[in-house]
Structures are given as C-alpha cells and as structure tokens.
C-alpha cells in the first residue's frame, strides 16, 4: 500500500513538472487557456488589477513574454495581459475568424466535401497545416480548415 501510494505521488509530480517545463519555452509560442476561468491583469503579481475574465477553456493565445511563474499573453483580439503559466496549456488551438461561416471539410482540399460550417469564433484543438489547409477538432467533429480562416496558426 506504501509502496502504490509513493508511486502514484512520483507520477503525479511528474506530471506536474511537465505541464510546468513545457511553459518555460522561449517566447513567442502558442499555448491555449486550460482553466475555466482565467484572470488577465496589468502587471505580472495577484497585486494588479485584474484587467479581463476568460471563461473560454481551449481558447488560442500567444504567449507574448515571460516573468518567473507569470506569462504574457495576446488574445484573438490582439488584448494583451499577464496570467499565471500554470492555467495555461501547450496545446496548440485555433479560432476560425472572418466575415461568414468558414467550410470544415473532410479533407485538405477545395474540392473535398463540406462536413460542416463554422461560425466565426468557434474554438477547436489545432492539428497539422499543410497547403493551406489545418486539421481541426470541434468537440467530436474532425476535419479541415482554410488556414487565413483560423487564429493560432503559423508562426506566433
């Protein structure tokens, strides 16, 4: 019993320090908000005013600049704040962006069927881009995207 209860609390710490190094990149990076609610404030401590509220888990933002356990962040928006690392996630994410509904189709191609129709601002986990065209997931709806149609691709 000892021995299970040392195991799991060396891979809980584990998984802990890996969630946390793969915040210390250097910036600029990719990552997407992992907390349900997600404080952004002016400055880099709890003591600044906190400036916006995300409620938007899986949201894309660009990680912008690094200070010890705090990051700054740019929204879709172009919004810039301080959060905590630990509330972020590595995943990559996109937001489909434009004027209309953006064709998810089921493969990278122009001629390839539309599966469905994206709303501007809807959010999905990123996937590989190549020609132009990004794999996204939309809760259980997979397929391809424009990639000028999403936020959180390319280069940050």
Known sequence: MVVRLIALSVIFLAVLATA???QDRE??????IRASELNMRVGPSPDYKIDWV????GLPIK??????GWRLIEDPDGAQGWVVARLLSPDRGAIVIGEGLAEM???GAE???IKWRLEPGVVGAL???EAGWCA???DNRRGYVREERLWGVGAP
């Open 20 to 22: 946390a190094q793969a």
């Open 27 to 32: 910036a600029p990076y990719w990552a997407t």
């Open 54 to 57: 995300y409620k938007r888990p």
């Open 63 to 68: 990680v912008v600049r690094l200070m010890e």
């Open 105 to 107: 189709r089921e493969a």
């Open 111 to 113: 001629g390839a069927a």
């Open 127 to 129: 996937g590989e881009c």
């Open 136 to 138: 996204l997931s939309v």
